[in-house]
Structures are given as structure tokens and as C-alpha cells.
């Protein structure tokens, strides 16, 4: 009925990401590493088809290895099968640890510590961040958690109620190929191509749905509803990848600020397309709105996930 990923996701809330726990995107991190030296290359010497397989390993093996696990728990017994489906299920969220993450930008920005709040943006995303000024570190965080909604939230959830832990694994397994060889540099531009397309097309109705779902609930913190939607769509699709634009241009849309621009990855400057009009300066207060938006919106994935589950059932009884 969905019990479990109830359970799962209040434990999410709970606990968040327990560095005591094993966690299984860093076994596939081990696995994709493994696996990259023994591929890459030797395929034919293309690098397109050593990408491919590595793919296909990953992400199959992921689906694999979580079925054939909860397969046998639940035939020791049926209480140690629903214990590794929410323990398998709780893996694959990442909601309160995304806010904790973007809070700590925060603390450090409220107390004018900018050394801190730079090193602390740093872990949560790929730009250069060492000479970034205070709204470059707010913009930065903000499009983080804005991003993450749908690859930390909206993803996981989504196809957790489609195909349960296994398609859900599949799903992280995905996300973090995409994250370790979807760069578009000399030795991943090929290599990365079937990781990073992978995730475009796992990605394609998360993000949607995830956009419309932060535009809505921008309705329930008095922000602009309208504009949320407007800019997703106006303004979002201007990315090259067709799905990080959409929930960062819902926020934009939402907060009334205006996010993208320059930034550095590796001393190279990238210039990404505007979302939203500059109606409100950043200041920190956005960081906070942005993971307000970001908890909602797992939470109407979660019961929009739940009623249709029952929906379904419902109509095959």
C-alpha cells in the first residue's frame, strides 16, 4: 500500500544521510570507479560503446543486486523483507540531508563567515567557489537545492512508487554516473555520453512534475504561483540539459529572484542562461524559502504518490 515508503521517508526526515550507515551510491561510486579502469577504452578503443557497457553493468546490476536482496529477505521472513524494503527505500532519499547541507551555508553567511560558507558550498556543488562573493554563495545554494529537489526527492520518490527499491536503485545508480562521468571534458565527452543521456531521460517527467509541484507549493508560502510557472517554462528550458533548468526556474520564479549567470568550474568560465527577473536581492533569507519549498514539495510527491498507488489498486480490485 506504500507503507514502507512512508516509513522510509519519515526516517529520511529523521535521521537524514547517518554517516555510521552504509550507504549503497557509495558502493556504486566504488563500482563505477572499478569498473571505469577496466572499460574504458578497451571496448574497440571507442570510448562510446566502454561508456555504454559501463552503463549497462551499473545500472542493471543495481536493479539486480536489490531485487534478488529483498527477494531473499522476505523469503527468510516476511519482517525482514519490509525492514530491507525501508531500509532500501530510505537509501535512495536525501531530503533532510539536502537541507542540512544548505543550512550550513547558511549559518555561515548569518554569521559573516564567508571562508566557511564558501568550503561549506563546495561539497554540494561542482563550481569553483574559492572567490565567490556573499550572492554568488547564496545563488550557488539555492540552485543546488533547487536542482536536488528533483535528483535527491522528486526522482527517487517518483520511482519508488513505479518500480519499488530496485527501479528506485536503478534510478541512483543513474544519478551517479551522470555526477562521476557525465562531464563534458576530453576524457568524458564520449565515455560519459550514455551516463549523462541516461540521466536526461530518467530525469524527464521528474523534473516536470517536480517544477509544477514547487510552483504549487509556492501557493502555501504566499509566494508568486504565477511566476513560478512562468519562469519554468519561459526560462528554464533555455538550458542545454532539459531538465536542471525547470525546478531552478520554478525557485526563481517562486522567490522573485534571479538565478544563473557566470560561474567557474575549474577556472573555466561557463555562462548559463538567466531564470526569473531580480525583483528581490539575494540575501540568505532565499536559502531558507528555497528548502521550504524544496520539504514541501517532497512531501506532495509523497502524497501524490500515495493516491495514486491506491487509485491504482483500487481500480484492479
Known amino acids: 500500500m506504500g507503507l514502507e515508503y512512508v516509513i522510509a521517508y519519515i526516517l529520511d526526515l529523521t535521521l ?18 572499478f569498473l571505469e579502469r577496466k572499460v574504458y577504452g578497451k571496448e574497440l578503443n571507442h570510448k562510446k560503446i566502454a561508456g555504454i557497457v559501463l552503463t549497462v553493468i551499473v545500472v542493471g546490476g543495481s536493479f539486480l543486486i536489490a531485487w534478488v536482496v529483498i527477494k531473499m529477505a522476505y523469503k527468510l521472513h516476511p519482517a525482514l523483507g519490509l525492514i530491507v524494503t525501508i531500509w532500501g527505500a530510505f537509501t535512495t532519499l ?21 571562508r566557511i560558507a564558501r ?3 563546495s561539497e554540494i556543488v561542482g563550481r569553483d567557489t ?11 545554494v539555492v540552485e543546488s537545492v533547487a536542482e536536488n529537489t528533483i535528483d535527491g526527492v522528486v ?13 528506485a536503485f536503478a534510478y541512483k ?3 551517479t554516473l551522470d555526477s562521476m562521468v557525465g562531464y563534458q571534458n576530453k576524457r568524458y565527452k564520449d565515455f560519459g555520453w550514455a551516463g549523462a543521456k541516461t540521466d536526461d531521460i530518467a530525469n524527464y517527467l521528474p523534473a516536470r512534475l517536480g517544477g509544477a509541484l ?12 504565477k511566476s513560478a510557472f512562468r519562469v519554468m517554462f519561459r526560462d528554464g528550458r533555455r538550458y542545454k540539459s532539459p531538465n536542471a533548468g525547470l525546478p ?31 525583483k528581490r536581492e539575494l540575501s540568505p533569507i532565499h536559502i531558507k524559502e528555497s528548502i521550504n519549498l524544496m520539504y514541501l514539495t517532497s512531501f506532495l510527491t509523497l502524497i501524490l504518490g500515495l493516491l495514486i498507488r491506491w487509485s491504482v489498486i483500487s481500480i484492479i480490485r
Open 16 to 33: 537524514g544521510d547517518p554517516k555510521w550507515l552504509g550507504h549503497p551510491v557509495v558502493w556504486m561510486g566504488k563500482a563505477v570507479s
Open 94 to 114: 536525501s531530503i533532510r540531508g539536502l537541507a542540512q547541507r544548505g543550512e550550513g551555508v547558511y549559518l555561515a553567511l548569518k554569521d559573516n563567515d564567508l
Open 119 to 121: 568550503e561549506r558550498l
Open 130 to 140: 574559492k572567490n565567490l562573493r556573499r550572492k554568488g554563495i547564496i545563488r550557488g
Open 155 to 167: 526522482a527517487p520518490l517518483f520511482y519508488l512508487f513505479l518500480g519499488g527499491v530496485p527501479l
Open 173 to 175: 545508480a543513474i544519478n
Open 214 to 225: 514547487i510552483s504549487l507549493g509556492a501557493f502555501f508560502f504566499k509566494k508568486d504561483v
Open 248 to 278: 531552478q526556474g520554478a525557485v526563481a520564479g517562486a522567490l522573485g529572484i534571479r538565478l544563473g549567470g557566470v560561474n567557474y568550474y575549474r577556472g573555466k568560465k561557463t555562462i548559463k542562461p538567466y531564470l526569473g527577473s531580480p
